[in-house]
């Protein structure tokens, strides 16, 4: 049986990390403070936002909530981003997305500070994990990934790791980060021939397609890690479940992230460790 690789412990040892990080920047005048902008009341939303706000209060990170209409004008909108960039005592800006059709996403993603890009959606902080330059910060689940890795003593170095999934928010700049930590990094997606063959020959996989329980036993072999960093609700089967099929995973992998419960309970922990991470940038 997978050694199952939780989340709660490692957001736990982060948050203790945070906590005496923060204190110390306390101590300095300098009180790390995120802004959560939110448009509207999507409950995906509301429900991250409540989880970083009780992990935030953990870690003597400050909230400044700013909230805006799901009608709001594009004038409106962007007047408050801009605040947000300009306002010296903020110093993380989280900025939910997709915002509504009459805002422009694509202008809201490039004006945001990079500098404040708490969760690597700028092309700033995109630049700065390609180029492992300390310009803006990874995105959190990207990260989250990461820690889960450091934390369990699993070093990527030397290591064959497959990543399935190519997009912007988790598959490519993971990889990044893993080739960074020394791995020799395999970026599979829908155009690929013969996932299985790739990520069966690998030491670690990332499964981030966002198509659930596409993994099965025919993608993996033993002695593998795998993160799942998919989360979707199951109708059939009435819960939530990863990318992977956890049931034809366990008996065959050396470990393995469970959904829920792994990558998902570390990334309000990372948020929270960027905004540190930025108001101590202030200090150089």
Same mark, same amino acid.
């Given at each position: 049986? =997978?050694? /199952?690789?939780?989340?709660?412990?490692? $957001?736990? #040892?982060?948050? @203790?990390? +945070? &906590?005496?990080?923060?204190?110390?920047?306390?101590?300095?005048?300098?009180?790390?403070?995120?802004?959560?902008?939110?448009?509207?009341?999507?409950?995906?939303?509301?429900?991250?936002?409540?989880?970083?706000?009780?992990?935030?209060?953990?870690?003597?990170?400050?909230?400044?909530?700013?909230?805006?209409?799901?009608?709001?004008?594009?004038?409106?909108?962007?007047?408050?981003?801009?605040?947000?960039?300009?306002?010296?005592?903020?110093?993380?800006?989280?900025?939910?997305?997709?915002?509504?059709?009459?805002?422009?996403?694509?202008?809201?993603?490039?004006?945001?500070?990079?500098?404040?890009?708490?969760?690597?959606?700028?092309?700033?902080?995109?630049?700065?994990?390609?180029?492992? =330059?300390? /310009?803006?910060?990874?995105?959190?689940? $990207?990260? #989250?990934?990461? @820690?889960? +890795? &450091?934390?369990?003593?699993?070093?990527?170095?030397?290591?064959?790791?497959?990543?399935?999934?190519?997009?912007?928010?988790?598959?490519?700049?993971?990889?990044?980060?893993?080739?960074?930590?020394?791995?020799?990094?395999?970026?599979?997606?829908?155009?690929?021939?013969?996932?299985?063959?790739?990520?069966?020959?690998?030491?670690?996989?990332?499964?981030?397609?966002?198509?659930?329980?596409?993994?099965?036993?025919?993608?993996?072999?033993?002695?593998?890690?795998?993160?799942?960093?998919?989360?979707?609700?199951?109708?059939?089967?009435?819960?939530?479940?990863?990318?992977?099929?956890?049931?034809?995973?366990?008996?065959?992998?050396?470990?393995?992230?469970?959904?829920?419960?792994?990558?998902?309970? /570390?990334?309000?922990?990372?948020?929270?460790?960027?905004?540190?991470?930025?108001?101590?940038?202030?200090?150089?």
């Amino acid at each position: 049986m =997978a050694e /199952v690789l939780k989340g709660m412990p490692v $957001a736990k #040892a982060i948050s @203790e990390e +945070l &906590k005496a990080r923060s204190e110390a920047l306390q101590a300095k005048g300098i009180v790390p403070t995120l802004a959560i902008f939110r448009v509207g009341e999507r409950d995906d939303d509301l429900s991250y936002e409540r989880g970083a706000m009780k992990r935030a209060e953990q870690t003597g990170v400050a909230v400044k909530n700013v909230v805006l209409p799901a009608d709001v004008d594009s004038e409106t909108f962007f007047k408050a981003l801009d605040g947000l960039n300009k306002d010296g005592s903020v110093h993380g800006i989280l900025m939910f997305r997709p915002l509504p059709k009459q805002l422009d996403g694509e202008k809201a993603r490039q004006m945001l500070a990079p500098e404040k890009d708490v969760d690597g959606c700028t092309d700033g902080s995109l630049a700065g994990v390609f180029a492992n =330059a300390k /310009v803006g910060f990874p995105p959190c689940t $990207a990260q #989250a990934a990461m @820690e889960i +890795l &450091k934390f369990y003593g699993i070093d990527p170095k030397g290591k064959k790791a497959a990543v399935i999934g190519r997009s912007l928010v988790i598959g490519r700049p993971v990889a990044m980060m893993l080739m960074h930590a020394n791995a020799t990094v395999t970026i599979c997606h829908t155009r690929t021939v013969d996932v299985p063959s790739v990520t069966k020959e690998a030491d670690i996989v990332i499964a981030a397609s966002g198509q659930m329980e596409s993994v099965g036993a025919e993608y993996l072999s033993e002695g593998q890690t795998v993160i799942d960093v998919g989360i979707g609700w199951n109708e059939e089967k009435g819960k939530l479940c990863g990318d992977v099929k956890f049931e034809e995973a366990e008996p065959i992998v050396a470990a393995i992230t469970p959904v829920p419960g792994g990558v998902g309970s /570390v990334t309000t922990a990372v948020l929270c460790k960027h905004v540190i991470e930025a108001a101590e940038r202030t200090l150089s």
